[in-house]
Each structure stands twice: as structure tokens, then as C-alpha cells.
């Protein structure tokens, strides 16, 4: 569904090196899991949201 709004989420997957930015994001996660004593689901709302004020910022 939203590759058809954004091409990219279609095609990225065979040209960009997932594990290396999976196992990025993955350890964000743990930190904050850890850090904070947050579960799985408030991490990735953390990341999620830190990412979006990033993006936010930098447009």
C-alpha cells in the first residue's frame, strides 16, 4: 500500500543494506529498553518519535 505513494518502499530493499541499519536501530532499541527499563513497544514509540522530530528539523 505505501509503496504505491512512495516508490522507494518498494525498491529499497534490494539496493540498501538492511541488516546494517537493522542492527542499528536494534541496538537503539535495547538502549532504551535498558536505559530507561521501557518494553519493546515504548521504545520503538520513543525512536519513532525522536526520528520524526530529526526529520522535522532537518527539512
Given at each position: 500500500?505505501?509503496s504505491?505513494?512512495?516508490?522507494?518502499?518498494g525498491?529499497?530493499?534490494?539496493?540498501?543494506?538492511?541488516?546494517?541499519?537493522?542492527?542499528?536501530?536494534?541496538?537503539?532499541?535495547?538502549?532504551?529498553?535498558?536505559?530507561?527499563?521501557?518494553?519493546?513497544?515504548?521504545?520503538?514509540?520513543?525512536?519513532?518519535?525522536?526520528?520524526?522530530?530529526?526529520?522535522?528539523?532537518?527539512?
Amino acid at each position: 500500500m505505501w509503496s504505491k505513494q512512495y516508490p522507494v518502499l518498494g525498491t529499497y530493499a534490494d539496493v540498501v543494506d538492511v541488516e546494517r541499519y537493522a542492527d542499528g536501530l536494534q541496538e537503539l532499541l535495547d538502549d532504551l529498553k535498558k536505559r530507561y527499563d521501557y518494553n519493546q513497544r515504548d521504545a520503538m514509540l520513543v525512536l519513532k518519535d525522536i526520528l520524526g522530530k530529526t526529520w522535522n528539523q532537518n527539512k
